[in-house]
């Protein structure tokens, strides 16, 4: 699966961006789709998943701003971010897995697919 992804850019502090991504195909009836980022000089890390097309999961910094979610066929999947903080500064990247279970959505080595990034700036 390819996936690719879209819509960084640079934004002021409280603005709003939404992220793309889409894969080549349909993934499987128990995939996972997520989005991490990285910020310059720190490891990459996770920020928002949803579990088998249903449940969606948010790390800590972001919850209440950020909203994950996915088209009905199931091959897109979108991060909005709401009220951006000069911190949310970062390559973001989607993922996929077709065979997660819940507790190892949060480590970005247990993703199969990856997209290429796309850069979010966020001036103070």
């Known amino acids: 699966v390819q996936l690719q992804a879209s819509g960084g850019g640079l934004v002021q502090t409280g603005g709003s961006l939404r992220l793309s991504c889409t894969a080549s195909?349909?993934?499987?009836?128990?995939?996972?789709m997520a989005w991490f980022r990285q910020a310059p000089g720190k490891e990459r890390e996770f920020v928002a998943a949803?579990?088998?097309?249903?449940?969606?999961y948010y790390t800590d910094s972001v919850k209440g701003r950020f909203t994950i979610s996915r088209n009905n066929a199931k091959t897109t999947w979108y991060l909005q971010m709401n009220s951006l903080k000069p911190e949310d500064t970062a390559i973001y990247y989607c993922?996929?897995?077709?065979?997660?279970?819940?507790?190892?959505?949060?480590?970005?080595?247990?993703?199969?697919?990856w997209g290429q990034g796309t850069l979010v700036t966020v001036s103070s």
């Open positions: 993922a996929a897995s077709e065979t997660l279970i819940l507790s190892s959505i949060y480590g970005s080595k247990n993703y199969s697919y």
């Open positions: 195909r349909r993934t499987g009836s128990g995939a996972t």
């Open positions: 949803i579990f088998r097309f249903t449940h969606t």
